[in-house]
Nanobody, 119 residues
């Protein structure tokens, strides 16, 4: 599966941004991020099987993941952005019907998109 993530940019604290991952079909899609000097971490994921959504504690309540079947994308709506959200964001897929927070459980990865939040 070829993935394409888009929508990154430079914003101010409190702003919103929407990332999109071109992906469709019976695949579970996730978003991870990697800040400089840190490991890649799970942000959010959505299951193809039952639509179950999961979020990391650091983004729950601010980020929303959703599927747009008309555009064949999985979007990550990010609200109330903070400087600690600055990272390269990656979308990934796995063929199991459940979301995993472990990055080694995801089979395909897209190129990242940079999100920079400044005060």
């Amino acid at each position: 599966v070829q993935l394409q993530a888009s929508g990154g940019g430079s914003v101010l604290v409190g702003d919103s941004l929407t990332l999109s991952c071109a992906a469709s079909g019976r695949i579970t899609v996730g978003w991870f991020r990697q800040a400089p000097g840190k490991e890649r971490e799970f942000v959010s994921g959505i299951s193809w099987r039952d639509g179950n959504k999961q979020y990391s504690d650091s983004v729950r309540g601010r980020f929303t993941i959703s599927r747009d079947n008309s555009r064949n994308t999985v979007d990550l709506q990010m609200n109330n952005l903070k400087p600690e959200d600055t990272a390269v964001y990656y979308c990934a897929v796995r063929y199991a019907g459940t979301v995993s927070r472990r990055k080694d459980q995801w089979q395909d990865w897209g190129q990242g998109t940079q999100v920079t939040v400044s005060s």
